[in-house]
Each structure stands twice: as structure tokens, then as C-alpha cells.
């Protein structure tokens, strides 16, 4: 037999397909089906991205590898607005490009933590960040968070929770599955912790392009002069840019762990895809405008969603913000996955279950409505009325 590891054995298989293949069940009753089950833009990229993607792609100087931690004018061009953006000392030698936010995480950690050490990942997590951390043999530390609070985790507890094998706080925001926001004084209490205890706070901002208006950023930990002793940054460019099939993510690090980042990026990457990165480097300025209005179309969804939820009897939001809404259903004592299953080959709509994302979430499903237009987002109360799991 063949050997396997066993790191990987005990890793959960990929949900979102498994998830997916209730919906081959549909007859398609109730109305055209409905996937709210991936955080995936739900427009093209703007035409003069795409335009630029093909030129870049079209050039053989652009065929051979770049390097390891990106090619300059997009490392650049990124620090310029991350800079801006937190109003803090960033420059591209802080800056890696990664093939998507999900290899930054991995990089991050690797470069942050070994096998027999662990991380402490608030609970509801991004079941891709925890099924990394069990593929490396990297424990995790659930930092349980309340629906009371709307999901914000609470630096207390996270520090109640730290011990000889603790490496770093992974923290999420806006939140992936819950929507959650956190407060930037969270954020900030998360900092002055990590930094008293020795540990890498990690702050994955895959969705920071969707803060409601007026909210330009999630906090201000990169406008402090000692940020790279303690922060690292992760990005996707996927969903603003509306590219995840060309994987371009983007790590923000002090030296001391870019060093290590390197050697990680070195063995899994080489470098990232070299079209998109001479696009993007172009786009960060280039489509600012269609950037700002595809967030007025998110924030617009989250109102409209909100105001469908109102309408279904005992469904109630719990959270909601970016791309996500994490509900609550009405089937008490019967498991999340059973909801979602029937609520897919039933009625045609996709969510998935609130345990695909940790220990106690059987109560609530996630909605991901960024790839569904508010007329698809209306249709919700019939579909969901009358549900019986």
C-alpha cells in the first residue's frame, strides 16, 4: 500500500465541491439555481485589465521567471498604496507577490512556525487556513467567537489561551465566513498582545476593498514605526480586480521574516504568474474608479441582503459585511450541513454550513452573495419559506 501522509489523511476534503454536488439534484422548482457558496467576484475584470493581461501574456520576455518576490513595478506600485492606505513607512523591500492569498498564508507560516507549534485561529475560521495548518503539523488554537459580539474575537481570551508552543495570532478581517469587522481597537489590542508576547500577528485583508463607505481601512498597525517586528500582512488582489484564476497575492513583512518568506516562496513558487503582476501594477491606479464602483455594488448587495433576510421568519442575520452574511436558521437541534443540503436540492440555493468552518457553528450557514445580483438576492424569501430539512 502506498504510504500517505498522515498530516493530509486527517485533513478535510476541499468542501466547497463536496458542497457542490447537492445542487446536481435540483429540478430547478423553485427557479434558477442560486450559488452562494464561494467568495467569488461576479463580474469580468474591466476591459482595459483584460486588454493588458493578454499584451503581457503575449511578450516572451514576460515567459521566462521573475523574481522570487515579485517583479518590481508591481511590489512597487502595491507599497505605494499600502503606504497610503494605513498612512505608515511601507516600501516594496516589504512587499512579497505570491500566487494567491492562500500561498501567502502557507509562506507566512512556514516562515513563522514548525511542526509541535502552534497558532491561534479564531473560531468560526476559513477552513483553508486550518486545513493548511494540519497538512504542516502546525496546531491550532480555536479562539472561540461569540455571536453576542458579532464575532469579534476578544484579545483577552486570546491571551488566555497562549503557551510554550504558541507562535502566532491569525486574524481575519472583514471575516471569512462571518462578515465580521473588527474594530480597530481590536485590531490594535491584538498588536500591543502579540508584541508583549513575542508572537507574529498575522492579518489576512483578502476583503478589506469591500469596507463600507467611509471606511478606508481596518486599522492602522503599519503606521507604527515598529510594525515590522510584529506584523504581517496578507492580500489577495482576486476579488477588487475581479482575477482569481490568475492566483496574485501579496505579502507586507518586516525584514526578519521576508528573509525566511523567501526561502518558502523559492521551493513553492519560483514566482508568481508574471502577466498579471505587470497588469496589476498598471490596474492598482488604473481601474481605482471601477475598484470604487464595484465596492458600491457589494455594500449594496449587503443592504439588499439584509433587507431579504427581514423578511424570512426565523432566519436572522448574525453577521454581515465584504462578500459574506452568517445566518442563523430556525431548525434548532438539526446540524448545519442538513440545512444546506436540503436547502440546495430543494429550493436551488448554495450555502454552506456553519460547521465547514469549526467546532459550533451547526446553528448558522454562510451566504457569499458577491456573485449574485440583487434580483437573484430577492428571490430568497420564497425559497427559503416552508424549508423543511
Known amino acids: 500500500m502506498l504510504p500517505l501522509n498522515v498530516n493530509v489523511l486527517d485533513t478535510g476534503t476541499p468542501p466547497i465541491p463536496a458542497a457542490r454536488a447537492w445542487m446536481t439534484s435540483y429540478d430547478g422548482a423553485a427557479g434558477l439555481p442560486i450559488d452562494l457558496s464561494q467568495a467569488a467576484p461576479g463580474s469580468p475584470p474591466p476591459p482595459a485589465l483584460l486588454e493588458r493581461l493578454a499584451a503581457a501574456a503575449g511578450r516572451p520576455d514576460v515567459a521566462r521567471y521573475g523574481a522570487i518576490l515579485g517583479d518590481a513595478p508591481l511590489r512597487e506600485a502595491y507599497a505605494a498604496e499600502v503606504a497610503s492606505l494605513y498612512g505608515g513607512d511601507v ?5 512579497a507577490i505570491t500566487a494567491g492569498c492562500n500561498l501567502a498564508f502557507l509562506a507566512t507560516v512556514l516562515a513563522v512556525a514548525e511542526p509541535g507549534t502552534s497558532v491561534i485561529l479564531p473560531s468560526p475560521w476559513y477552513f483553508n487556513h486550518q486545513m493548511t495548518l494540519q497538512m504542516l503539523g502546525i496546531g491550532v488554537q480555536p479562539l472561540a467567537c461569540r455571536p453576542a459580539a458579532g464575532f469579534v474575537p476578544d484579545p483577552a481570551a486570546a491571551e488566555a489561551l497562549i503557551d510554550a508552543t504558541t507562535r502566532a495570532i491569525v486574524l481575519v478581517t472583514p471575516n471569512n465566513p462571518t462578515g465580521a469587522i473588527y474594530p480597530e481597537g481590536v485590531v490594535a489590542a491584538f498588536a500591543a498582545l502579540a508584541r508583549r508576547r513575542g508572537l507574529a500577528l498575522i492579518v489576512d485583508e483578502t476583503y478589506r476593498d469591500f469596507l463600507a463607505a467611509g471606511t478606508n481601512r481596518a486599522h492602522g498597525l503599519l ?4 510594525w515590522r517586528e510584529t506584523v504581517i500582512q496578507l492580500y489577495s488582489f482576486s476579488k477588487a480586480y475581479a482575477v482569481p484564476g490568475h492566483r496574485i497575492g501579496a505579502i507586507t513583512a518586516g525584514p526578519q521574516a521576508m528573509g525566511q518568506v523567501l526561502k518558502v516562496l ?7 504568474a508574471r502577466p498579471a503582476q505587470e497588469a496589476l501594477a498598471w490596474g492598482i491606479c488604473g481601474v481605482a474608479q471601477w475598484r470604487a464602483e464595484t465596492r458600491a455594488t457589494i ?3 449587503i443592504a439588499a441582503f439584509e433587507t431579504v433576510v427581514k423578511a424570512c421568519a426565523g432566519w436572522t442575520i448574525s453577521s454581515i459585511g465584504a462578500y459574506f452574511a452568517y445566518v442563523r436558521h430556525p431548525f434548532a437541534g438539526i446540524g448545519a450541513e442538513r440545512v444546506a ?3 440546495a436540492r430543494e429550493r436551488g440555493v448554495l450555502g454552506l454550513p456553519g460547521s465547514y468552518f469549526g467546532p459550533g457553528q451547526e446553528d448558522h450557514l454562510r451566504f457569499a452573495f458577491a456573485n449574485a445580483d440583487e434580483a437573484a438576492i430577492a428571490s430568497l424569501p420564497h425559497r427559503l419559506a416552508g424549508l423543511s430539512p
Do not use: M, T, Y
Not at 523559492?266 to 508568481?272: E, P
Open 91 to 95: 516600501s516594496s523591500a516589504d512587499i
Open 223 to 226: 503606521a507604527a514605526s515598529d
Open 266 to 272: 523559492d521551493s513553492f513558487q519560483i514566482c508568481a
Open 299 to 301: 455594500n449594496g448587495r
Open 341 to 343: 443540503e436540503a436547502l
